[in-house]
């Protein structure tokens, strides 16, 4: 297969840390895609800004197949050296040997021989068995799957982690033949409080049994945590704590209200002070702890290639919280044992070791699905899976078949929008309803509805099961007519609320669908989420309602970012160009957040930063004046630059606080890391990151057929693959 010439933009965005071969993250020596040096034109400015990195890292999980769907976007005959015009066609293979001299690759073990004619090529390079599952050789007798050799070799990773992408897929429907992995890491067990920390119930200490102590940590700990104070959230901690308790616990213990909770709460505080406030070397030693537990349990053998597991711990015991004003809010979450979890491996691979006295429930080996463990919590009975990480092949391979269906809509859009516009004045009062619900998906991204999770009890609806009473109309509304106004509970119990103005003939079919129904009845009655899905299966294969929400958020990013970016800002206001353009998509989507609580704390310590930096900029003003009235023979012009050099960088210093403030302003209560992972495709982002009016200079391709990738998505991201 051949792979698209932008990989080592990918690999460059998502790059890890610079080491032996290693492939450099941003604001690094520029490095091709396998971690080689890569020679430009004009070397990359130096980008400080994490997030800027993390940006980047969006698309670790999009295969070198996403940057050539098909094989090309247009049928261009001509060779990608002799072709001018900015389409995508097919590159060369990532390992051939006629590639330009800026594609030499790095492989552990064998050095690159340049070849007379043709640049740097490859001899026989590795098979990956060869090679350790991290891009490095393993030691004798290192562990594939824990530390050892393999595990030292992050720098290199993306060199397997490219080959990786060029296997072929497995037949349809199996998604891997090897799998092997160490199993989930569970929950500590409970450490009993201390003699000094009591519980007291109506003014009175009292010893707790140890089940019954546990639970009433979990309060404790959320003691000046917001929840408390919801009374679900207390009737139902309190109802499930009392099934805990002893039946002479029970007896005493029959009032919330007469609980106190505060030294234990105060137990905890300090704790967490005294963890903040450890010596480095402790801090050192707590961070190499957890790295070998990630080496242990976070990484599994997947078709032969070591792949990061995303959530390999099972989720400590606690109080269930939910979203918004869930129901279940305040329920115990039990704690996960192994006689509650199902492993998925190979069928001739090493059956993980359940910990000693236990046993797994199941083990089964079914290649059709990707998770490695899977049990059901106890709060909404849900099945919750060990996955892996989403920069995994599979993952990426998923990512990318979703956002090329995305893509593919683009083609038939028109003719669906022309066709529900047609359907708003049919005979058939099905065809309306249908109609007028995707109306809504496609215009405010709705989803689509009857997506509970299994044994979901809160009141949460979507677009096809709206009922009388989240809908009213306004004939007019903000100086805009035909205003529809939604308040209704989405998925997770977060509030959808808002206004829009529609067009006359869908005001009017509402009008219709509303009469003569009492509040709790069913707006589109005669709709289903199936039956819409099956209509939309019929104008376009592998569309879904949820197609339209992907495809209207990557839409809106693209938008936002050729409207809000220009070419003479900073970066840092480039940067907030883009997460403005994310949040844009947040709130179309309905992603919301509550404000950190320590959001006032944070931004009162930007502000005085924000106070300090202005300080010492008008210093800094004064003191080059003072240098220009004072000095001038030819011997001061140095100690004048430097003057003006230091007055320049803390000017930059404080436009980069401010815009940080704005954007954390902004942002308190939008969450974007939803859209980034689920509905935004990365290579927008990667087109918005190396084009002409991108972050300071564009990358610089070292030939003609990498140039190709700069106008890679541009304005063709809807462009449908020939």
């Not at 002070?273 to 190499?288: F, G, I, N, V």
Request: net charge positive; aromatic share 8%; with cysteine.
């Amino acid at each position: 297969m051949e792979a698209g010439p932008v990989w080592w933009l990918l690999a460059r965005l998502a790059g890890g840390r610079s080491g032996a071969g290693g492939g450099g993250g941003l604001g690094r020596a520029p490095r091709d895609a396998l971690g080689g040096t890569r020679p430009t034109a004009n070397s990359r400015p130096s980008l400080a800004s994490s997030r800027l990195t993390r940006l980047g890292r969006l698309s670790a999980g999009i295969s070198a197949r996403s940057l050539s769907p098909g094989g090309s976007w247009s049928c261009c005959p001509l060779s990608p050296a002799s072709c001018s015009t900015p389409h995508w066609a097919p590159a060369r293979p990532l390992w051939s040997k006629n590639g330009p001299e800026s594609a030499r690759r790095w492989l552990p073990g064998r050095p690159l021989e340049p070849v007379p004619g043709s640049g740097a090529a490859l001899k026989e390079p590795l098979q990956a068995a060869e090679v350790g599952l991290l891009g490095s050789r393993p030691e004798r007798g290192a562990d594939p799957l824990g530390g050892g050799a393999a595990g030292r070799g992050r720098g290199r990773r993306n060199c397997w982690a490219s080959r990786r992408w060029e296997e072929e897929r497995s037949p349809r429907g199996v998604r891997w033949t090897q799998l092997e992995h160490r199993g989930p890491c569970f929950a500590p067990p409970y450490e009993p409080l201390p003699d000094g920390v009591r519980f007291y119930y109506d003014g009175k200490p009292m010893k707790l049994s140890l089940a019954a102590e546990e639970v009433a940590t979990f309060y404790g700990k959320m003691l000046e945590h917001e929840y408390t104070t919801k009374e679900v959230f207390r009737h139902n901690f309190f109802r499930d704590w009392r099934k805990e308790m002893t039946a002479a616990e029970r007896k005493v213990i029959k009032r919330l209200s007469k609980c106190d909770f505060t030294e234990i709460h105060r137990h905890f505080a300090d704790r967490a002070a005294a963890r903040r406030a450890l010596p480095r070397e402790e801090k050192q030693r707590l961070k190499e702890e957890a790295e070998k537990l990630q080496q242990e349990f976070g990484y599994c053998i997947l078709d032969g290639h070591r792949e990061k597991i995303g959530n390999f711990k099972t989720e400590p015991p606690g109080l269930f919280r939910g979203r918004g004003d869930h129901p279940k809010m305040g329920m115990l979450k039990r704690r996960v044992l192994p006689e509650d979890v199902t492993i998925n491996c190979g069928r001739d691979s090493k059956v993980p070791e359940p910990p000693a006295g236990h046993q797994w429930k199941e083990v089964r080996s079914d290649r059709t699905v990707t998770w490695l463990a899977s049990w059901t919590e106890n709060v909404q009975n849900a099945t919750k899976y060990v996955m892996l990480n989403p920069s995994s092949k599979l993952k990426g391979e998923r990512d990318w078949e979703k956002y090329e269906v995305a893509r593919r809509l683009k083609g038939v859009v028109d003719e669906i929008r022309s066709r529900y516009r047609a359907d708003w004045k049919s005979r058939e009062m099905k065809a309306r309803q249908r109609a007028v619900a995707l109306y809504f998906i496609d215009k405010l991204a709705l989803r689509a509805g009857n997506e509970k999770e299994e044994g979901e009890s809160a009141d949460t609806v979507g677009c096809c099961s709206l009922r009388v009473e989240h809908v009213q109309l306004h004939p007019e509304a903000d100086g805009c007519p035909y205003v529809v106004e939604f308040d209704f509970l989405g998925k997770d119990s977060i509030r959808y609320y808002n206004k829009v103005p529609v067009e006359k003939p869908v005001y009017r079919n509402l009008q219709l669908f509303l009469e003569n129904k009492d509040p709790g009845e069913e707006l589109f009655d005669r709709l289903t989420t199936a039956s819409l899905n099956k209509h939309l299966q019929d104008l376009m294969d592998g569309l879904t309602a949820k197609v339209f929400r992907t495809y209207n958020a990557s839409i809106t990013l693209q938008g936002q970012l050729r409207a809000l970016t220009r070419a003479e800002d900073s970066i840092a206001a480039k940067l907030l160009s883009y997460n403005r353009a994310n949040r844009a998509v947040a709130v179309l989507c309905n992603h919301q957040r509550a404000p950190p609580k320590t959001f006032e704390k944070s931004m009162q310590a930007l502000r005085s930063k924000i106070e300090a930096k202005k300080q010492q900029v008008a210093e800094a003003k004064a003191e080059l004046e003072k240098a220009r009235a004072g000095h001038a023979s030819r011997e001061d012009g140095s100690f004048l630059e430097k003057r003006r050099r230091r007055l320049e960088k803390l000017e930059e210093q404080l436009v980069r606080l401010g815009t940080q403030a704005t954007d954390k302003e902004e942002g308190k209560q939008v969450a974007l890391g939803t859209s980034k992972l689920n509905y935004l495709d990365p290579r927008i982002s990667i087109a918005w990151y190396v084009g002409p009016d991108s972050l300071g200079a564009p990358l610089q391709p070292p030939d003609p057929w990498s140039a190709q990738a700069l106008p890679l998505m541009g304005p063709n991201w809807l462009v449908s693959p020939c």
